[in-house]
């Protein structure tokens, strides 16, 4: 890999569970890490943004027989679902990661050699509770219900309790390094209450937990058969009584398959330990404390950070799944709000922090509100009058210091920065429409269509300051619509164009000067340039009602 003087950036979402089409609520953490890794892009970070599908599992397979298709083809399916959805999002990762990728079997393989060779793993024998969808539950996993035992993640799928000899993984032998760890790095999990959950678990004493099943035929094969030799036959085939590699062991590895373990050592140098995984907050256990150790037991680093979010809960507080009928589906969300407005009412709805319920309506109100109504009119509203006013010519700005009494930029822009950094995507956008409501009430006290009035008549003072108010409006909207140009990636463009400025960053956010000093006040100040005619940006829904 050639040197890069950069500062580099590697995030990661969860891998989504490849069984159905997704829903808004699965896409939500994909679309907040997109605006994060866009935001480091742009500010000219060496940025690599993973995503993809977790697609080995009993449910799957049993899934793929009652269709009568092979799994690969089921999962295919699936996948393109997946693909087809975060495109129409704007999301533009790295790489799409896929747990039936072939490098990422030979990652997984090679990580439960070295843990074998580490003494971390023993041949054991498994009694309980199976969730076909999660794996292998702890007694404090199940909840016993009227209906009998479930697994609280996947309520509606039948439990089944099972006897089987399998691979175990020591996770009590790291319960001292993980607590120290937790507390030597304190932002390792994030948000702060989260972390608090996750120590008083380890406090409570780890379990060893199976890291292999018997008998299945649908997942990357173990590597070691019981004896401690390679399970690799000589013809190259793996021998089916070693099992496969658990689907969550199987599935945490993809991190790291996408940097190059094992086979791109180069890559691999560069872009681990990962700076940031973001995750839903129902799978924090595994990555917080099975996957450090994991990664220690192989003599790798752990991640520097794994943010949790909450979930999009239905009106009636209700988690959303297609089974319970009340997920979203993206193709309608980015149909009523287009590509932008989806991404945006998602992220400015619910805190990146915690649950919220949510509703179509709501999504339309804040839509209406915010886009339409005031960001939307504030542009169409400045580009029209400088249009009319000027010519189309654009003046230049107030001077910073000067501005800043009115508009407070200078301090805004450190805000934003903090909010992304500290993953709080809707501090952020509240950051940015904090200026948008400011500027739309500059145009409100500043009145320009009674300066214009008044220029024509020969009004001097009114000529000079119809021009500095155009020239503060355009450049506040050019700030913002950077600003907001992670989370509005194809919007952003289109309203510079509007101002006479070309975009400079690539559809995915990189390339380009550093994001910090385009968006300095009056950075462009003395470069000559024309206004493009006003198009609208946001048109007005009327409909608050959900699609059928």
Known sequence: ???????????????????????????????????????????????????????????????AAEEGVEPKAYVDDKVALFKAAENALGIRPDRFIR????????????????????????????????????GFRNATDVQETALGTICPNHPDVPLQWLTERNWF???????????????DNPTFVQPDYRRNEMLGFIRQGLEDFSISRAGSGWGIPFP????????????????PEAGTIYVWYDALINYITGVGFPDDPDTFARYWPADLHVIGKDILRFHT??????????G?????????????????????????????DPADFVAAFGSDGARYVALREVPFDKDAEVSWDGFVRRYNADLANDFGNLVNRTVSMANRYLGGERPDPSPAAEADSTWSWTSRVPMLAAAIDGCLLHEALGTIWAVVGEANRFVDAEKPWELNKAAKTGDEAATARRRTVLGD?????????LAAAPFLPATAPRVLTQLGYAYPYGEDGNGGPPLLDE?????????????????????????????D
């Open 1 to 63: 890999m050639p040197d890069d003087a950069r500062a580099r950036f590697y995030l990661t979402t969860a891998i989504a569970y490849a069984n159905s089409q997704p829903g808004v609520h699965t896409l939500y953490e994909v679309i907040g890490a997109d605006a994060i890794a866009r935001w480091h892009r742009m500010v000219g970070d060496d940025t690599r943004f993973l995503t993809g599908t977790d697609e080995h599992s009993v449910n799957i397979a049993t899934r």
């Open 99 to 134: 747990t039936t990728d072939p490098d990422h079997a030979i990652a997984a393989q090679e990580l439960v050699r070295r843990a074998h060779a580490n003494g971390d793993i023993y041949v054991g024998t498994y009694e309980g509770w199976y969730c076909p969808n999660e």
């Open 169 to 183: 993984f020591r996770l009590s032998a790291y319960q001292e390094r993980l607590e120290r760890h937790f507390l």
């Open 224 to 239: 070691i058969a019981e004896n401690g030799e390679t399970a690799q036959r000589e013809d190259g085939s793996w021998d």
């Open 289 to 298: 404390i099975f996957w450090p150790a994991m990664l220690w037991s192989a």
């Open 300 to 328: 790798l680093e752990a991640p520097r950070k794994v943010w949790a979010h909450g979930w999009l809960l239905a009106a009636d507080g209700e988690r959303m799944s297609k089974s319970r009928g009340n997920f979203l």
């Open 473 to 481: 409006l355009i450049e506040a909207c050019r700030l913002i619509a």
């Open 519 to 547: 968006l300095r006040w009056g950075a462009h100040a003395g470069e000559n340039g024309t206004l493009t005619a006003a198009e609208p940006l946001f048109p007005r829904l009327d409909s608050e009602s959900a699609p």
